[in-house]
């Protein structure tokens, strides 16, 4: 062999070396092969003692399983991935606790794509119980309720709640009245309408205050007219003519009328009571 | 005067291996080095030479005995102050140039700096290291480093010094130019302490030694009464006859191109073998009689233990 | 001032190890790439960045005090420097100190341009300059000087692996015997809890020095706790050194 050629023949064997190593890579990275992904973290210990587990680093430990947990749950193709979603949560707040964005984060994930509203209260309440200054849970947790849940009554707990924390944003007494509209507790609702109207400092918000006010009792009054009728059906085996009739039969003494003084609308034919203006057109 | 040091009795054991062993190195060392001498220490290796010298300097602490330094013990600072060491195979930080190695020594005896400076390139003069003042000590050879570790044995302008093969590693050149240098110490007052086992060094300029033989002291005092005057043989070489002409009168060496070279034991033989030489036409090329060397009674010595 | 020397004379070493380079750029990568992490994140992106950068010139220093540390003593009796220097008229514990403080000004330094950099990054972020980190920090640097004194008193008598493990476990027990404090409450024993409470007085308790918590989240820290944290490093720091002393005083070098 000449004294040449050896450096050569090193450099191109080199090569060939390199390029085999990562033409293998690529065809092993193909094979498909079972994996539980991101199994390790949910393997961790969790309890009290996993924080002593981070020898300090604590608060770095839960930034990187949060940092994780976003990828993971971004990663639509492992179909099993919201098993551990109150694990992997849990977990972080009791590394951190005061991280806020992964109750948020979490909360979100259990309603909007694991379809677990209970989970994302759960979650929220884990948030509450260890930041009681944070509003926005209990803010967040009042909107789950309500929207997705339909429970006003739990919606308007948490709005309370809400309305207790220093800094909580004013417009939450309005969401918790409309919560109590929704959970028919039409006569509270009034009240609390009445106050916002009373309270309100600029035009806008009084406004919003009158049409919920008109709507609260448009509520109450059809409610009651809708009794009156079904006494009528009941001692004249038929519906009445008019709204005059009840007054004709004394099962009123009067016929109220509606927040701006206009009358209710009847038809007779079903014997519904209508409120005659739609509230947000006032 | 005080002795310079005197050291008293001194036992040192090891412990050594993994399963503790107990090794006795020192066993019962006693001698004195006087003031303003040259002292030379020696011994086969695993003697206890270096192990004597670090008790001598408190890096070691011996089991029994005592070391006294011009009559202080040997732990106090002051005794300490008067010391100069060298180790032996040397090795200093090799980051540091020669000039500020000394000049960090220099600092622990609390020299002030204009002191400092000219002691440093008169000890780097001396030690014919001037050149090499600003040389990273990484980029010394081991003849350099000996001799800036000797600088650095004299930096507080020591009474007393102590050097542990000063000589090894170094030249022809370099071990002559080490002995003038500390016959020079002598002449300036100092003491010295040295060990060798180069015996020829020893030799040409001690004036007393100690010799150490596993353990023990066997032999000390001056050089001169340790060293006999008496021949022990002589070695001749004769040309011009057969080697069996001098049969019987000496050890035949060597019988090479004519000439023949005998190891003659007493004087009447040597005669005889001139006389020989004279009647038999030969000629006597060379005649030299050998005298006891500090060697002969050092291999004795060992032999003897 | 002859510990100043000797402390100065392992400062110039020091600054020639090529660990020290090694890991402070490793920490400047961290600290930089925390603001890579950052993005991947939903919701507050500058707590990435401190978190990172905390931990990472906590992580980092403790590295550097140890690997430094347990070098330090070891390498002057390995390369045979100690005896030239003992046989001067020094005291033992005058070498000690001076190495100690020579590599506490070392991690000073490092610490501080680590922290400084930062410093930058959250600045980059935020156009903010949050000076209340620096408390994290210089609590760091103090746990750093604790671990230093520990590093040194292992390097006086071990070789540097072992002396590493040692180091490191005195470090990771700091940072867990806060455990401990909730462990005696449920111990069924009262001979048991006095035990388990005597043990939690010795250990050390590096969380004294961990602020990161209040720091990041702008929590208040009662201004006595300053006193005191520095004050039990200092103290726990000089009795460590005092053991280091006791160790090495009567040690042969053979």
Known sequence: MRRGAAPILLVLYLFAAAAGTMALKVATDRIPRARVPGSSIIYLPSGKYLKVATFGYNLLAADLIYLWSIQYYSNYEIKDRFAYLERIFTIISELDPRYTDPYEVGALIAV?????????????????????????????????????????????????????????????????????????????????????????????????????????????????LAEAVKAFQTRYDRLPASLEDLLRTGIRSALPKDLDGQDYVYDPATGAVKAPTIPWKR | MPDAIRITNLRKSFKLGFIPRRKEILKGISFT??????????????????????????????????????GRSHLSPRAREELGFLPENPYFYDYLTAHEFLAFYADLFGLARKVRDGRIASLLKLVGLAPSAHLQLR??????????????????????????????????????????????????????????????????????VAMIVDGRIVSQGKLLDLVSERVLFTEVTVAGLEAEALAGLGECLSAQGGRVLLRVFSEENVERVLRAADERGGRVVSLIPRTETLEDIFVEKVRQT | MKVGAIALNTFKEAK???????????????????????????????????????????????????LMGTGLVYKEIDKKTIYTLLAKPIHRAQFLLGKFLGLVLTLFIMTGLMGLIFLGIVFAHSLRFEGRLLIAVLFIFLELILITAVAILFSSFSTPILSSIFSLSFALIGHLSWGLETLIKKLPSPAARAAARGLYAILPDLENFNFRTEVVYGLPIPPAIYLHATAYGLVYTAFILGLAVLVFRRRDFI
Not at chain 2, 168 to 174: A, F, N, T, V
């Open chain 3, 16 to 66: 020639r190890d090529r660990i020290l380079y090694l890991l402070f750029f490793f920490a400047a990568g961290a600290i930089i790439f925390a603001r890579i992490l950052a993005m991947l994140t939903v919701g507050d992106r500058l707590k990435i960045v401190k978190d990172v950068g905390l931990a990472a010139i906590s992580i980092f220093g403790i590295l550097m005090a140890i």
């Open chain 2, 139 to 208: 980029k010394f050879s081991r003849g350099m480093l000996q001799r800036v570790g000797l600088a650095q044995a004299l930096i507080n302008d020591p009474r007393v010094v102590i050097l542990d093969e000063p000589l090894g590693g170094m030249d022809p050149l370099g071990r002559k130019e080490i002995r003038d240098i500390i016959v020079r110490f002598k002449e300036e007052g100092k003491t010295v302490l040295f060990t060798s086992h180069i015996l020829q060094d020893i030799e040409l300029i001690c004036d007393r």
């Open chain 1, 112 to 224: 909007a794509e694991a379809q677990d509203p209970e989970l994302a209260l759960k979650i929220l309440d884990m948030g509450l119980a260890k930041n009681p200054e944070q509003w926005v849970f209990p803010f967040e947790a009042g909107h789950i309720a309500q929207m997705t849940l339909k429970d006003f009554e739990r919606a308007q707990r948490y709005y309370e709640k809400c309305l207790a924390i220093p800094g909580a944003p004013v417009f939450v007494s309005r969401l918790r009245a409309n919560a109590m509209f929704k959970r028919g507790d039409l006569q509270t609702a009034w009240q609390t309408w009445l106050e916002i109207y009373d309270t309100a400092t600029d035009d806008e918000v009084r406004k919003v205050a009158s049409n919920h006010l008109y709507q609260v009792k448009a509520a109450i009054d059809s409610g009651d």
């Open chain 2, 33 to 70: 080095v006087s003031e303003g001498e040259i002292f030379g220490y020696l011994g086969p290796n695993g003697a206890g030479k270096t192990t004597t010298i670090k008790t001598v300097l408190g890096l070691i602490f011996p089991d029994a005995g005592t070391v006294e330094i011009s």
